[in-house]
């Protein structure tokens, strides 16, 4: 059974998702504090984590950045803000996905599905550098562990969100070819790709910013201009 920790103060809505979850099957945990949160999350593991921004102690923002540099576990944001700021930030961040207040149950089950199943599927291992062990994935100094879900620099570990391994592990599976934003999302997201959504832009570019702080000197993903994305030889 998957278990998902709620991260809302609201009694009401909180109360609501636990029932919600308990009905289709997952065991869900709940925390009304950012603070109490960060407590579970040190204490125990889970599969998911629905996330409100409005919280007391330590806010949904402060909660999303301890998360990411400590714990994998995928979030879905619920969050009031509609604006396109708040989103691509929430993004930046390292949210994999955001449900706007109030939400539709079927919808938010729906989210959660694509997420949960993310963690059960991994992406085709095919075409890559004999790296001399099947486990792992190499290109020029960039090497994926694909059993620890690592990422490395000559051996300086760069520390990347589960989103962002599996964009980079596709891109390196097939260096030689162009992904458009459409591969991209609907290969690792596991949805629909609309054409106006920033989601791959703000993906890739995290992960540039992280391959660039470890190593300056070199640019690993090249932008096609008008098609997408490739590794850069």
Request: proline share 4%; no cysteine.
């Amino acid at each position: 059974m998957k278990k998902i920790l709620i991260i809302e103060d609201d009694p009401h809505i909180n109360s609501m998702l636990v029932e919600l979850l308990n009905k289709n099957g997952y065991a869900p945990t709940s925390a009304f504090s950012g603070t109490e949160a960060l407590l579970l999350l040190a204490h125990d593991s889970f599969d998911l984590v629905l996330l409100d921004l409005m919280l007391p102690g330590k806010s949904g923002e402060e909660v999303l950045g301890e998360m990411k540099g400590n714990y994998p576990t995928p979030v879905i944001v619920l969050t009031a803000k509609t604006d396109k700021e708040t989103t691509v930030s929430l993004l930046k961040m390292g949210a994999e996905d955001y449900l706007t207040k109030p939400f539709d149950n079927e919808e938010l089950l729906a989210r959660i599905e694509v997420q949960l199943r993310r963690l059960n599927v991994k992406i085709p291992n095919q075409n890559h550098r004999d790296s001399g062990s099947t486990n792992k994935l190499i290109f020029q100094d960039l090497v994926l562990d694909l059993d620890g879900f690592d990422a490395y620099i000559s051996d300086k570990k760069v520390g990347l969100s589960k989103r962002e391994f599996e964009l980079l592990h596709l891109l390196m599976s097939h260096p030689q070819k162009v992904f458009t934003k459409n591969n991209l999302y609907e290969t690792v997201w596991g949805s629909e790709f609309f054409g106006d959504d920033n989601t791959v832009n703000v993906h890739i570019s995290r992960i540039r910013t992280k391959l660039s702080a470890v190593n300056p000197n070199q640019d690993y993903i090249q932008t096609v201009w008008g098609i997408g994305f490739k590794m850069k030889e």
